[in-house]
């Protein structure tokens, strides 16, 4: 997915669709995601991780920080829908949907500037 990319060339933005994410399992989210990341791309997920994904993806991610290589990730997605998207059954069931946007990136890199229920605006830097 990520290719080598020469100095001041620019940023590189991986749009990664749910189809593809729904053929993986959980720890290959995570390795794609963070893969990417560390390559100093920009992931941009078409539907979130569970909960539990997004838990998973930190704690693999704090193993991973060393201050010579990488320094973390920054995570933004947009807030859970109101209930009124979710089916009786998952409310019933206390099942949160995944489908919200999320935007991953090199903590050295990306800032978020303004981030409400419809927008998520970030100021991505070259390192």
Same mark, same amino acid.
Do not use: C
């Given at each position: $997915?990520?290719?080598?990319?020469?100095?001041?060339?620019?940023?590189?933005?991986?749009?990664?669709?749910?189809?593809?994410?729904?053929?993986?399992?959980? $720890?290959?989210?995570?390795? $794609?995601?963070?893969?990417? *990341?560390?390559?100093?791309?920009? *992931? *941009?997920?078409?539907?979130?991780?569970?909960?539990?994904?997004?838990?998973?993806?930190?704690? #693999?991610?704090?193993?991973?920080?060393? /201050?010579?290589?990488?320094?973390?990730?920054?995570?933004?997605?947009? /807030?859970?829908?109101?209930?009124?998207?979710?089916?009786?059954?998952?409310?019933? $069931?206390?099942?949160?949907? @995944?489908?919200?946007?999320? *935007?991953?990136? /090199?903590?050295?890199?990306?800032? @978020?500037?303004?981030?409400?229920?419809?927008?998520?605006?970030?100021? #991505?830097?070259?390192?």
């Amino acid at each position: $997915m990520a290719e080598i990319k020469q100095p001041g060339e620019g940023v590189q933005i991986d749009l990664i669709s749910a189809k593809r994410m729904n053929g993986l399992a959980s $720890m290959e989210k995570i390795r $794609m995601i963070l893969d990417g *990341v560390r390559d100093g791309n920009i *992931v *941009v997920l078409e539907e979130g991780l569970t909960p539990d994904e997004e838990s998973k993806l930190i704690e #693999v991610t704090m193993t991973e920080i060393s /201050p010579d290589e990488f320094n973390g990730i920054e995570i933004e997605t947009y /807030p859970r829908s109101e209930a009124a998207d979710q089916s009786f059954l998952d409310r019933l $069931m206390g099942r949160e949907s @995944t489908k919200k946007l999320t *935007v991953i990136g /090199p903590a050295n890199q990306i800032e @978020t500037l303004h981030k409400d229920e419809t927008l998520i605006s970030a100021l #991505v830097s070259r390192k």
